[in-house]
C-alpha cells in the first residue's frame, strides 16, 4: 500500500510517499481502506517537533479517517466488512492514517452518517470531538451564554453548531472576513477582535472555549461571571486567575469515543451538524496541505483524499 511516512521530524519536505506492506488488523481492530483523512495542527507540529515522541520510524502521522472497513480482526462482531466508518484512530498514539489502509480498534470507530461523504466525514472527527467534550467538561447547558474563539476555525466551526445545538446562547471571535461564515453556522454574534480587543465588547459569559492559547487564553478570565468555566485546548490556564475570578478552568487533550462519534452522527444525520471542508488535497500532496494549514487561516478543515 502507498502511505506518507516521516524519517526525521523537520519540515513538510520530510514526508515521503513508501510502499509499505498491507497491515493485518489485531483482535478487536478492523482494517480500513482509507477515503479521506482529515489534517489538524497537531499534525504538522508532530511531523515538525516530535510533539508526541514517536521514535519506530517511519512513522505515518493522521489520526481522523473515513473509509470502508475491508477486514475483521478476531473477536470483532460491533462492524463487517464493507461498512464505510469514521473516527479518530488511536489519539495520541501514532495513527497512521496518511494511507491506503489503516488499522484501527473498534471502539474508535463509528458508522459514517449516511448523508456526508468520506471527505466530510473524516473532517468531522478530531475537531469536533475536541468541542463535544470541551462542552461536556463545562456542562453546556440550555440558556448559557458561550464566547467561542476562533470561531471560522477547525474546531471553532464545530463548537458554534456543537452550543447551538446544546441550545446555547453562542457569541464568536473571528475576523470581519470570516463574519458571515460564522453567523451561518448558527452565532448569535460575532466579535472581530482585530477591530476591537473582544473584552471589551463581551461581558459575563458563564462559559469560554478557547483554541487560540496565549494572551487570549488569559484575557478570558476578564469576561467570565462567578462560577463560569474556562475550557481551553491550546495553553495552561492560569490557577491564580481562577482563584481570583473564582472561574473553573481545565486544559483538555481530545480522546477517542465512539459513544461520543454516535452522538456526532446523529446530528449530522439531523441536519445540526455540518463540516466545512475548505481545502482538499490528494494523498500525495500532503506536504503542500501541511503548508496550507499551518497559516493558521484555514476557515474549517482541510483534507486529503485517498480513493
Keep these: 500500500m502507498k502511505a506518507m511516512t516521516i524519517r526525521e521530524y523537520g519540515d513538510p519536505d ?6 509499505l506492506p498491507l497491515p493485518d488488523p489485531a483482535p478487536g481492530e478492523v482494517r480500513v481502506q482509507v477515503h479521506a483523512v482529515s489534517i489538524n495542527p497537531v499534525d504538522h507540529k508532530v511531523r515538525q517537533t516530535g510533539f508526541f515522541n514517536y521514535t519506530n520510524f517511519p ?3 493522521g489520526w481522523d479517517i473515513s473509509g470502508m472497513i475491508d477486514a475483521l480482526g478476531e473477536g470483532v462482531t460491533e462492524f463487517q466488512v464493507g461498512d464505510e466508518v469514521y473516527g479518530m484512530i488511536r489519539f495520541p498514539q501514532e495513527g497512521r492514517a496518511y494511507a491506503e489502509y489503516v488499522t484501527a480498534p473498534v471502539a474508535d470507530l463509528a458508522r459514517k452518517p449516511s448523508n456526508l461523504s468520506h471527505t466530510e466525514a473524516a473532517a468531522m472527527t478530531l475537531a469536533a470531538l475536541t468541542a463535544h467534550q470541551a462542552f461536556e467538561r463545562m456542562e453546556l ?4 451564554t458561550i464566547l467561542i ?17 446544546r441550545g446555547a446562547r453562542v457569541i464568536a471571535t473571528a ?9 451561518g453556522l448558527g452565532a448569535d454574534e460575532v466579535l472581530d477582535y482585530r477591530a476591537q480587543p473582544f473584552e471589551e465588547q463581551v461581558s459575563a459569559v458563564d462559559a469560554v472555549l478557547d483554541t487560540v492559547g496565549g494572551e ?3 484575557r478570558s478570565f476578564a469576561v ?20 481570583e475570578r473564582d472561574v473553573n478552568v481545565e486544559r483538555i487533550l481530545v480522546y477517542p469515543s465512539q459513544a461520543h462519534l454516535d452522538i456526532l452522527s446523529g446530528l449530522a444525520e439531523a441536519g445540526q451538524l455540518k463540516a466545512h ?12 496541505a501541511h503548508q496550507a494549514q499551518q497559516t493558521q487561516r484555514t476557515v474549517g478543515k482541510i483534507v486529503l483524499t485517498v480513493v
Design 216 to 218: 487570549t487564553l488569559s
Design 141 to 144: 447547558q440550555v440558556g448559557q
Design 59 to 61: 512513522v505515518i502521522l
Design 175 to 183: 475576523s470581519n472576513h470570516n463574519r458571515d461564515f460564522v453567523l
Design 224 to 243: 467570565i461571571k462567578p462560577g463560569g468555566w474556562l475550557v481551553s485546548i491550546a495553553g495552561q490556564p492560569s490557577a491564580h486567575q481562577a482563584q
Design 149 to 165: 474563539h476562533a470561531g471560522a476555525g477547525g474546531v471553532g466551526h464545530f463548537a458554534v453548531q456543537l452550543a447551538k445545538a
Design 277 to 288: 471542508v475548505s481545502q482538499t488535497f490528494d494523498l500525495e500532496q500532503v506536504a503542500q
Design 14 to 19: 520530510v514526508l515521503k510517499l513508501e510502499e
